[in-house]
């Protein structure tokens, strides 16, 4: 699913951001830099690093048409830079000198956005280099922008919590209290959601918060009730403050933190990759335009790239990474895929005249194959059961209590140790952890007072007598079915 490819480590200090043009990677940090890197071979172009900046770097974007580079700083400006060449060609100052947090370009016109700590917003004509338009958060900082791929609007976060949705004027349109502890991250999906029953088209975005959690929103536009922003769904699995988050070009995934997640659009989402080579918090994360390729960068001063496989099978080929409720929610058509997928095409049309969906696929029995939908073959019937009954199996999510996952990796523990903050981690991880001279407790943040380890027998076995419960041999509904 993902490859590590070629890791970046020129940055002396932590990576803030990574943004990708067409042929070409930027990074930013604290160490006041920019970075360039073509992405033929990863090597730093001529002209980098780009020094400009007189304090922190916390962001970096290239123009829709790759050739100027923004980068905005705690120095209160947003610089522009020739891509090709590396030329300064502006500095445009926030109006009120605010440290500038995040800066975005609009994907359709020539503006930029640049957002500060003061919760002031700034948008540019990079034209001519003039302020279009300005305005102000409702309270707290700006540290979060995504514009919609259409550009008509835009999203902003802020360290209160709020998500605000402005149009192309700077109008404030909506406002929703969407994080507890603060936004640090939103993107919106480059590829719009179209619901056929009401002609309605809607736009997928991510939240991330200080919280722990990533929440999706959908973005609806009408003539009746103007702006609507309908929360869809949370997606669990992190242990700390989520600080990146990025949709891949085509929709369809979705990368946070250190876990990607395959987000199905009409349903739940499920973590399909978990990667964990950085060392320290994953501060930012994107998604190349015109490559497999994905950039993470973290605070231990290194960007990873990363060769993805997107391509996205049908449903026949995904069953395994399906729960049960997502193929219960399939439709007649998810129903027609997996039969395809599984040689069974000549059941296609029978099955759709029977208005089969996925709730009603897993409920069919050798008896509602002979008598309704009048399958004669006793070997068809087998074959279509066996395939059915291999669905209902691997359908079934293993729930694995939260106190068998190491709090650092989220993974099972094969060999959980007792740190003197009084928590069980996996051995491994949070050895790696203090070796990486880090004195402090992965839960709590505060000081180890001993890097003494303990090993948790109690917790080894608890989780040894629960692995042997999974792997019982269980039976099947076809036999239970023939007892009855």
């Given at each position: 699913?993902?490859?590590?490819?070629?890791?970046?480590?020129?940055h002396s200090d932590d990576v803030n951001y990574c943004a990708f043009s067409s042929s070409c990677l930027a990074t930013c940090s604290l160490d006041k830099t920019v970075r360039v890197y073509s992405l033929k071979d990863f090597t730093e172009l001529p002209y980098s690093p780009l020094r400009g900046h007189t304090y922190a770097v916390h962001c970096c974007c290239f123009s829709p048409s790759g050739q100027l580079l923004a980068s905005c700083s705690t120095d209160g400006t947003t610089l522009l830079w020739g891509s090709g060449d590396g030329r300064l060609r502006a500095v445009l100052g926030q109006p009120s000198r605010s440290p500038v947090r995040v800066c975005r370009f609009c994907p359709r016109t020539?503006?930029?956005?640049?957002?500060?700590?003061?919760?002031?917003?700034?948008?540019?004509?990079?034209?001519?280099?003039?302020?279009?338009?300005?305005?102000?958060?409702?309270?707290?900082?700006l540290v979060a922008c995504a514009f919609s791929p259409n550009g008509n609007f835009f999203v902003t976060g802020s360290s209160c919590g709020d998500l605000t949705?402005?149009?192309?004027?700077?109008r404030c349109l909506y406002n929703e209290k969407a994080h507890d502890l603060g936004v640090t991250c939103c993107d919106i999906s480059s590829q719009p959601i179209s619901d056929g029953e009401h002609g309605f088209t809607y736009f997928q975005m991510a939240s991330c918060g200080q919280d722990n959690q990533i929440k999706l929103w959908l973005i609806l536009f009408t003539d009746v009730l103007g702006v609507e922003l309908k929360y869809k769904c949370t997606l669990s699995g992190h242990s700390a403050p989520v600080l990146a988050c990025a949709f891949s070009y085509d929709g369809q995934m979705l990368v946070s933190g250190f876990k990607i997640t395959n987000i199905l659009l009409q349903s739940t989402a499920n973590t399909v990759h978990t990667l964990s080579q950085h060392t320290r918090?994953?501060?930012?994360?994107?998604?190349?335009?015109?490559?497999?390729?994905?950039?993470?960068?973290?605070?231990?001063?290194?960007?990873?790239?990363?060769?993805?496989?997107?391509?996205q099978p049908c449903a026949g080929n995904t069953v395994e990474n399906e729960s049960k409720m997502a193929v219960e929610d399939w439709s007649?058509?998810?129903?027609?895929?997996?039969?395809?997928?599984?040689?069974?095409?000549?059941?296609?049309?029978?099955?759709?005249?029977?208005?089969?969906?996925?709730?009603?696929?897993?409920?069919?029995?050798?008896?509602?194959?002979?008598?309704?939908?009048?399958?004669?073959?006793?070997?068809?019937?087998?074959?279509?059961?066996?395939?059915?009954?291999?669905?209902?199996?691997?359908?079934?999510?293993?729930?694995?209590?939260?106190?068998f996952l190491c709090p650092i990796t989220r993974e099972l523990m094969k060999d959980p140790v007792i740190a003197a903050d009084g928590y069980s981690y996996e051995k491994e991880a949070?050895?790696?952890?203090?070796?990486?001279?880090?004195?402090?407790?992965?839960?709590?943040?505060?000081?180890?007072?001993?890097?003494?380890?303990?090993?948790?027998?109690?917790?080894?076995?608890?989780?040894?007598?629960?692995?042997?419960?999974?792997?019982?041999?269980?039976?099947?509904?076809?036999?239970?079915?023939?007892?009855?």
């Open positions: 699913m993902a490859t590590l490819i070629h890791t970046l480590a020129d020539t503006h930029l956005l640049a957002g500060a700590a003061d919760g002031s917003l700034a948008l540019w004509d990079t034209q001519t280099l003039k302020l279009y338009r300005s305005g102000n958060v409702k309270d707290g900082s949705i402005w149009d192309d004027k700077m918090y994953v501060t930012t994360c994107a998604f190349a335009p015109c490559s497999p390729l994905l950039a993470t960068g973290s605070m231990d001063k290194t960007v990873n790239i990363w060769q993805l496989d997107l391509r007649e058509d998810d129903v027609s895929a997996w039969l395809c997928a599984q040689d069974l095409a000549d059941f296609v049309e029978l099955f759709k005249m029977n208005n089969i969906d996925g709730k009603q696929l897993l409920n069919l029995t050798k008896e509602s194959l002979t008598n309704e939908l009048k399958i004669e073959s006793l070997g068809l019937r087998s074959k279509v059961l066996q395939k059915i009954e291999e669905l209902r199996m691997i359908s079934v999510p293993l729930a694995i209590p939260d106190e949070v050895e790696n952890w203090i070796s990486n001279k880090r004195r402090s407790s992965p839960m709590t943040n505060l000081p180890l007072t001993s890097l003494m380890l303990t090993p948790n027998r109690s917790l080894k076995m608890a989780i040894a007598r629960w692995l042997e419960t999974q792997q019982k041999p269980r039976e099947t509904t076809q036999e239970l079915t023939e007892r009855k």
